[in-house]
């Protein structure tokens, strides 16, 4: 861990403040059906769609555990290297409100699934560790829609009791750099696991973030405001630069800081007092006396770890070691877990180094362009390995490789095709390069005559006016090699 | 054949199954009886249309390898039941009607029974006198403004005044057996787990337990046979070996060891109470049970325990009525208003109180000394009960503290009311196994009950040791029909 250039801090007259940031990650579990329901989990559902009486809490319906929702809390707990706890115990956390039909949401608050564990993070200045606290699973409420109507509130209960983990962090966060890179890294993970996807446009990754300040090398922790719900890295970054400065000028005002729950208003870009910790609800915590503690075995665990795909961390290790990747090369392949499925496939029947530079060049840039994911790449792993090869065997050069390479960004076609169709393929054969050569030479006499007296640098204009006759399909290194001895 | 409604239920079935009788004649006599005693106000709602019609389809094709062949039967309206109103005896699901039907009323129309209507209750059965009920209280047949006890108060009242053959009720403390000792009838508290409850109202989760109540312990342990089974839609459903309770009934008990708490024996508890558990004892000596004295210590904290328990656990699952999805709803100017205004008007008094002692202590600062400390005193409890099987079979206790009192004479006394379940919450709270059985009269004329209380899962033995005590006693009921006019 380093203390330096990159050390996040806010200076105010003589006095350096340091930020402290926690992060409670709301992860919506990937299965087919809900966390104590059998009701689907689709997004994007018509309202009241994927209601089961459990759901909308009819009387006398009562709870019942989904294993699959159980084993993905625990992989996602092998995934962040926590303690799995053989016993759990789910607590009823009681408020009102339309869209909490029970009365109650189903939450695990004493006892959790997963116990502490930790994120590496990979930061510009080298790595730093996150801790986490502990990984529970819950149950979601259902939406409210305010706008629909003028006075009425409609309630759509489709999310009603979908499965979430909630992922506590220790206060280990010193900027808005890590919280970036760790919410990133935990849905990195997650997505290798197959555990949530991780979409925060859909709701699937949520976050309360927690912030206080301390002067620089203080010990003592400061008092913490919690911003509720923010709904993508951009603006969890804003509102913790916000809240941090707000809390550093009461600071230096003289006044305290209260501790309370605050809202961040994305059009204002500040964050607003939502609840004191005075007006905090009183959720009643108890023991739901419907379900019986949750009980897993350590064969059960062992089960779930060998089923572990391997892992971000691990992966990028492999790649450094095997492939000799940069640990920049390796971070921006590893980092997602469909970019490594196509490098692995592209490299299996291509050279690494090309394959690694057209990736993460050529490949990232024209996918972000055009606005895609690597899923929805036109180009496929094995085409790109074809192009790959075309230029390892000399049958294109790079600069021909490039033309083709937008060719099959219009559509995934075969780069042999393409070099075969628009007769790309590159003039080798030395006979005709010469007299290709020749006559570059016979039509530039004069300019042949000054090289010759010593003005070398005209060596790339003959380059330049034999890839260009040759419609930039001449071989370079031979016409570099003729040239010379021909001049 | 006359006088079908005195029939037990084993005549019933057996007189079904030779074809003495068929489904309608039974259906018809019973739903007839019923009509002529709507002073009793055992019925909040009422299906004899319906019934008739399923007797006459039954008698049609009737599948006599059923264990409740064509028998009509009236539940307590806790379960709900597919297409017939559900009102758990409250205001606020005065309109509320099931898609679906309990595990343990499905149960007993696929053994061929036939629902007659639903039968009133203390709200949420929550009440010892029925009188909590929004449909109003119930008339104990034994005599006229006789509370029939509660909160299955409608079900003790059904099955003594023969408007139904044998009916289910709801046990959270005492639910079944004080109604059962109030009316002269046999109910039994099944173990916790040996009934599902899914598809019943919730009280309190951790207490609520199904059983039947009948008007012998044959009958009951006839229909435990149909509504013991293991259901996967209740998470504290309990896989174990059920018994064919009827089937295995014997009246050979001898050499059982009973147990006789010393606990039990509570300051200002009736001399008739305590002569009647002295002859409860003579008659299991009688049977050839071995009596041994022991001690359950913590028995004094049983009934705060359960005031604190099943309330906090009642305060949640009551939370659900909030007239958003289902049921009253009262107007309000905005959510927390029509929140308020329709659990003030769709609650009554006596849940009222308890959702407010429920959630004051689950309050934080208040969790640990009440609730907390609750759970660890039930723990106590249920080990002194298990110590106590170490060395006996079962335990022999009286049911109530006192025979069945008069309408209104507790209403305005919550604590004497809750008194009345002293001896019968302890089984709640270690999740066991109780029955009472009528076992004489006090000098007023009504009906006093014995309790016998098992070991977990062990339905079988107290059932036959009520069976056999239950000749020894030769209880006599003293109907009137006071009712009929």
């Known amino acids: 861990m380093s203390k330096n250039k990159s050390e996040y801090l806010i200076n105010r007259h003589d006095n350096q403040y340091e930020v402290v940031i926690g992060l409670e990650v709301h992860a919506q579990v990937i299965s087919e059906s809900k966390l104590f329901s059998t009701s689907a989990t689709k997004f994007g559902a018509e309202p009241n769609t994927q209601v089961s009486l459990v759901d909308a809490a009819f009387p006398g319906m009562l709870p019942v555990i989904n294993e699959y929702c159980v084993k993905q809390a625990i992989k996602t707990g092998i995934g962040l290297k926590a303690k799995i706890n053989n016993r759990s115990v789910f607590d009823r956390k009681n408020y009102f409100y339309a869209d909490l039909p029970q009365g109650y949401q189903i939450s695990q608050f004493k006892d959790p699934i997963v116990g502490e564990g930790k994120v590496i993070l990979d930061m510009p200045d080298g790595q730093k560790e996150v801790g986490i606290e502990r990984l529970h699973l819950e149950q979601d409420a259902g939406k409210s829609i305010h706008d629909l109507d003028p006075k009425n509130t409609f309630v759509d209960l489709n999310r009603s009791g979908v499965a979430l983990m909630e992922i506590v962090s220790k206060p280990d966060l010193r900027s808005p750099d890590e919280v970036n890179a760790y919410i990133k890294k935990l849905r990195s993970i997650m997505r290798y696991l197959g555990t949530c996807d991780g979409n925060m446009q859909e709701g699937s990754l949520r976050a309360d973030v927690n912030v206080s300040v301390r002067k620089k090398g203080s010990k003592d922790f400061g008092t913490r405001c919690e911003i509720k719900n923010v709904n993508s890295i951009k603006f969890m970054q804003m509102a913790i630069e916000y809240e941090a400065n707000r809390q550093v000028d009461l600071i230096e005002d003289g006044q305290k800081i209260d501790q309370e729950t605050r809202l961040f208003d994305t059009k204002k870009n500040e964050t607003r007092s939502m609840r004191s910790k005075e007006d905090a609800h009183d959720y009643r915590y108890f023991p739901d006396p419907d379900l019986l503690p949750l009980e897993v075995s350590d064969d059960f665990i062992e089960k779930l770890k060998s089923e572990i795909p391997e892992l971000p961390d691990e992966k990028k290790k492999r790649f450094i070691e095997k492939f000799k990747l940069s640990p920049y090369e390796a971070n921006i392949l590893v980092s997602d877990i469909e970019t490594s499925n196509y490098f692995e496939n592209v490299i299996k029947k291509s050279d690494v180094k090309l394959a690694t530079n057209w990736i993460i060049v050529e490949l990232f840039a024209a996918l972000n362009e055009k606005n895609l994911e690597i899923t929805e790449s036109p180009i496929s792993a094995g085409n790109l390995s074809k192009l790959i090869n075309l230029i390892k065997d000399g049958t294109i050069s790079g600069k021909i490789a490039k033309t083709v390479f937008e060719q099959m960004m219009e559509g995934d076609k075969d780069p042999k095709k393409i070099v075969e169709e628009k007769g790309l393929k590159q003039e080798s054969d030395p006979k005709a390069l010469e007299a290709l050569i020749d006559k570059v030479i016979d039509d530039n006499r004069d300019k042949a005559t000054e090289y010759k007296s010593g003005k070398v640098k005209l060596f790339g204009f003959f380059v330049g006016q034999v890839m260009k006759v040759s419609g930039g399909k001449a071989n370079p290194q031979l016409v570099n090699e003729i040239l010379k001895k021909k001049l | ?485």
């Not at chain 2, 109910?187 to 951790?206: D, H, M, Q």
């Open chain 2, 1 to 485: 054949m006359s006088d079908i409604t005195k029939q037990s239920l084993s005549e019933l079935v057996e007189n079904i199954k030779s074809k003495k009788l068929s489904s309608s004649e039974v259906t018809k006599a019973f739903v007839e009886r019923s009509e002529k005693s709507k002073e009793l106000n055992v019925y909040i709602t009422e299906d004899y249309a319906n019934a008739l019609d399923k007797a006459k389809r039954f008698d049609e094709k009737p599948n006599l390898d059923l264990k409740l062949p064509g028998i009509p039967m009236a539940v307590k309206d806790l379960f709900c039941t597919r297409d017939l109103r559900t009102t758990a005896g409250s205001k606020i699901l005065n309109n509320f009607v099931p898609t679906y039907e309990s595990t343990v009323t499905q149960n007993i129309w696929n053994e061929g029974a036939i629902l007659m209507g639903k039968l009133n209750c203390d709200e949420f059965a929550m009440g010892s006198s029925n009188e909590t009920s929004f449909f109003g209280n119930v008339q104990n047949p034994i005599d006229k403004n006789l509370v029939p006890g509660g909160s299955s108060g409608g079900s003790s009242s059904a099955v003594a005044a023969q408007l139904t053959p044998i009916t289910i009720g709801t046990d959270t403390g005492g639910s079944i057996r004080q109604p059962a000792s109030f009316t002269g009838t046999v109910g039994l508290k099944p173990t916790y787990g040996s009934c599902s409850r899914y598809g019943i109202v919730a009280f309190a989760s951790s207490l609520d337990q199904a059983g039947p109540m009948a008007q012998n312990v044959k009958d009951c342990a006839l229909l435990q046979d149909v509504i013991s089974t293991y259901d996967e839609k209740d998470s504290t459903s309990i896989d174990f070996k059920r018994n064919e309770y009827g089937k295995e009934l014997t009246k050979d008990i001898k050499g059982k060891k009973i147990g006789i708490p010393k606990e039990y024996r509570v300051d200002g508890m009736p001399k008739e109470i305590e002569d009647l558990w002295k002859k409860g004892i003579e008659y299991a000596k009688d049977c050839g049970a071995e009596i041994i004295d022991i001690s359950l210590p913590h028995t004094n904290y049983a009934l705060p325990t359960y005031y604190i328990v099943a309330p906090a656990e009642a305060s949640s699952n009551l939370a659900r009525y909030d007239g958003v999805k289902y049921g009253f709803r009262a107007e309000g100017e905005n959510l927390i208003d029509m929140y308020e205004k329709t659990r003030s008007e769709g609650f009554g008094a006596e849940v009222q109180r308890r959702i407010m002692i429920g959630t004051y202590v689950l309050s934080s600062g208040y969790y640990d000394a009440y609730y907390l400390k609750a759970q660890k005193v039930r723990k106590l409890i249920k080990n002194d009960f298990d110590d106590a099987y170490k060395k006996v079979d079962a335990i022999l206790t009286p049911s109530t503290p006192s025979s069945a009192f008069k309408i209104g004479e507790k209403t305005n006394d919550p604590v004497s009311m809750y008194l009345n379940d002293i001896f019968t919450v302890p089984v709640n709270l270690a999740g066991l196994p109780g029955i009472s059985i009528p076992a004489g009269h006090d000098a007023k004329g009504y009906p006093l009950g014995l309790q016998i209380i098992g070991k977990a899962f062990d339905e079988q033995n107290i059932l036959n040791i009520a069976y056999a005590m239950e000749e020894k006693i030769n209880f006599q009921n003293n109907i009137t029909d006071w009712w009929i006019k």
